[in-house]
């Protein structure tokens, strides 16, 4: 499902109109990418967390010369799903 899909969901749900769903997620995934950006972590009960990971610089080779090459150090997001997430997704379709 891409994003216009998923607005379209959310606004159904909420008795909103898929722009205006839009802009709702456009919001909460703004709010997450600002918080995450200053080092915090945005944590949602049921659901999972959401954080940033320091990832050490490593050595990587180029595909197409096979030159070796510095992949430089850099922080990453992170996901850790909850345990209510988990269940709803291991329940097996049609229950």
Partial sequence: MNKDGFAELVGKKL????KEASKLLD??????SETLSRGEEVSV?????F???ER???QGVNPRTGEKITIPAMRIPKFQAGKHL????????GS
């Fill in 56 to 58: 050490k610089s490593r």
């Fill in 27 to 32: 919001a909460v995934f703004g709010a997450i």
């Fill in 45 to 49: 009960s049921g659901f999972g967390t």
């Fill in 15 to 18: 008795n909103r109109s898929k």
């Fill in 86 to 93: 988990k269940d709803a997704v291991r329940r097996p379709q």
């Fill in 51 to 53: 954080s940033a990971k």
